[in-house]
């Protein structure tokens, strides 16, 4: 009677079965993967990661025991065996890829600084920005809508003065009290309490 139930599945490995291969891999894999992630510095991470490794040398395994190139005698012999693989090929991924790291640096100028976010307005802002300006219009008199529109368009004061004939003081008032009532319209209604 086999002590290790991996023992039993590592037969079944040897003469090609495709479920034992699967369920011996599910075994190992974390176990492997973890030996790599110990060793794996965090400038490397982007080059490569544990899995890349692990199952670079599952199908190495797999192409092997078919072919009939390895023999394992129990479950430690190809524990002991997968680990030296492992170890070998994290390290020649390694040896690789360490030179690229240390040659790579960080953009010019941006070290210090996060990346500015974009000063476009998203697809949402400019819904929420054509909702609001249909209902400035609806509360808006006919006679100040194009007031409203030249200030929208980014127009000084004075020169939205200069083009209607109205004071600059007047424009405020007549901006001021649109707002006004759009902060009415939208204000919460509150239950008396009595």
């Avoid at 011996?24 to 973890?34: D, N, Q």
């Avoid at 023999?71 to 890829?97: E, K, M, Q, S, W």
């Amino acid at each position: 009677m086999n002590a290790n139930p991996l023992d039993a599945l590592l037969m079944k490995l040897s003469s090609g079965d495709a479920l034992a291969a699967e369920q011996v891999f599910l075994a190992y894999e974390p176990y492997l993967r973890k030996i790599v992630r110990r060793r794996l510095p965090i400038k490397l991470r982007t080059k490569f990661d544990s899995t890349d490794i692990v199952q670079s040398i599952w199908v190495d395994l797999l192409r092997d025991v078919r072919e009939g190139d390895l023999h394992f005698t129990d479950a430690n012999h190809l524990r002991a065996f997968l680990i030296r693989v492992t170890c070998n090929r994290f390290n020649d991924r390694f040896r690789r890829n360490r030179l690229a790291v240390e040659k790579e640096q960080p953009l010019a100028g941006f070290e210090a600084e996060p990346f500015a976010a974009s000063r476009q307005p998203t697809p949402s802002d400019i819904v929420q920005a054509e909702d609001l300006w249909e209902q400035l219009l609806a509360l808006c008199p006919p006679a100040h809508q194009e007031l409203l529109r030249l200030r929208r368009e980014g127009i000084p004061l004075a020169e939205i003065a200069a083009r209607t004939g109205l004071h600059p003081g007047s424009i405020r008032r007549i901006l001021r009290d649109l707002a006004r009532r759009l902060a009415f319209k939208h204000r919460p209604v509150v239950p008396n309490k009595r």
